[in-house]
């Protein structure tokens, strides 16, 4: 059974970082391009970034980029999003999902108030 | 960066009803490569958002004939054709030829 876990969202004020993570089992996580993706209270889906199945393309939207970095760890078959500069309008669900958007995590929420 | 413009932005069926929901694209998802990255995703009420139509027409595994996918260039429909209860929920069009990725502003099906 494929599984996306994310962890390490929560509450951070203005300004400062946070760290997600997304465990992948039941596919062969190496082989895939995987991305984040967001979704703010009420609000539809937005892509945040990309990374390809070897690092060797990575891509971000506008909004984070200079501030959010995507990152790979292929032997713990773990996708990472580093988030610095943290603003209120970063305030969302953060899914971790496959290159295709087929498989998805259960999401987790990182909420940016002081 | 491309703009997805879906409509309607609800819709109203009952059992039964055949429905439609478009995606129109700001420029072609005509890939070079010649595949066209157009997909459908249904979030249900706190739900992870689920895959229906990869590749335009492709249906995912396990999800039922009912649902159809079409279009070309930049112009995309889904269609159901005789929506169930379980239906209900947000449908996203999202394209992935063109970095930034995009998606659709979202189409809310409910159920009379």
């Known amino acids: 059974e494929v599984q996306l876990v994310e962890s390490g969202g929560g509450l951070v004020q203005p300004g400062r970082s946070l760290k997600l993570s997304c465990v992948a089992s039941?596919?062969?996580?190496?082989?895939?391009?995987m991305n984040w993706i967001r979704q703010a209270p009420g609000k539809g889906l937005e892509w945040v970034a990309y990374i390809s199945s070897g690092s060797s393309y990575i891509y971000y939207a506008e909004t984070v980029k200079g501030r959010f970095t995507i990152s790979r760890d292929n032997a713990k078959n773990t996708l990472y999003l580093q988030m610095t500069s943290l603003r209120s309008e970063d305030t969302a669900l953060y899914y971790c999902?496959?290159?295709?958007?087929?498989?998805w995590g259960q999401g987790v929420m990182v909420t940016v108030s002081s | 960066d491309v703009v997805l413009t879906q409509t309607p932005p609800t819709l109203l069926a009952t059992i039964g009803q055949s429905v439609s929901i478009s995606c129109r694209s700001s420029?072609?998802?005509?890939?070079?490569?010649?595949?066209?990255?157009l997909n459908w995703l249904l979030q249900r009420t706190g739900q992870s958002p689920q895959p229906l139509i990869y590749?335009?027409?492709k249906l995912e595994s396990g999800v039922p004939n009912r649902f159809s996918g079409s279009g070309s260039g930049t112009d995309f429909t889904l269609k159901i054709s005789g929506v169930e209860a379980e239906d209900l929920g947000v449908y996203y069009c999202m394209q992935f030829t063109h970095y930034p990725f995009t998606f659709g502003s979202g189409t809310k099906l409910e159920i009379k």
């Open positions: 590749l335009v027409s």
């Open positions: 999902a496959s290159h295709r958007v087929d498989y």
């Open positions: 420029q072609s998802l005509l890939h070079s490569n010649g595949n066209t990255y």
């Open positions: 039941g596919f062969t996580f190496s082989n895939y391009g």
